[in-house]
């Protein structure tokens, strides 16, 4: 079992950055992929990035690479997303996963847990 919490939302202006951070309880969190997904006002929810459980494999959503880098350090159960160069259309919640697969994997039904989410609201 793992539990997840998100924190480091905000507001921010347009070009500016965020960094989310996704702590995790379970002692084999780092057994797990862990990703990013977002879901913006009217939206259906959309990946964002993952990262395998060795960081071996990562995966970006198209609309968020080279901005966007998704990292974990197993040492502290942590994972995060910096996210550089914002636009408005990246106004979401943005939730933590974790799935068992053992490479990163873009399909929300993959993950297993989630954490309750966080709000990143940029400005233009």
């Known amino acids: 079992q793992v539990q997840l919490v998100e924190s480091g939302g905000g507001l921010v202006q347009a070009g500016g950055s965020l960094r989310l951070s996704c702590a995790a309880s379970g002692r084999t969190f780092s057994s797990y992929t862990m990703g990013w997904f977002r879901q913006g006002p009217g939206k259906e929810r959309e990946f964002v990035a993952a990262?395998?459980?060795?960081?071996?494999?990562?995966l970006y959503a198209d609309s968020v690479k080279g901005r966007f880098t998704i990292s974990r350090d197993n040492t502290k159960n942590m994972v995060y997303l910096q996210m550089n160069s914002l636009k408005p259309e990246d106004t979401a919640v943005y939730y933590c996963a974790g799935s068992e697969y053992r490479v990163a994997v873009t399909i929300g039904d993959a993950y297993n847990y989630w954490g309750q989410g966080t709000q990143v609201t940029v400005s233009s």
């Open positions: 990262r395998g459980w060795s960081g071996g494999s990562t």
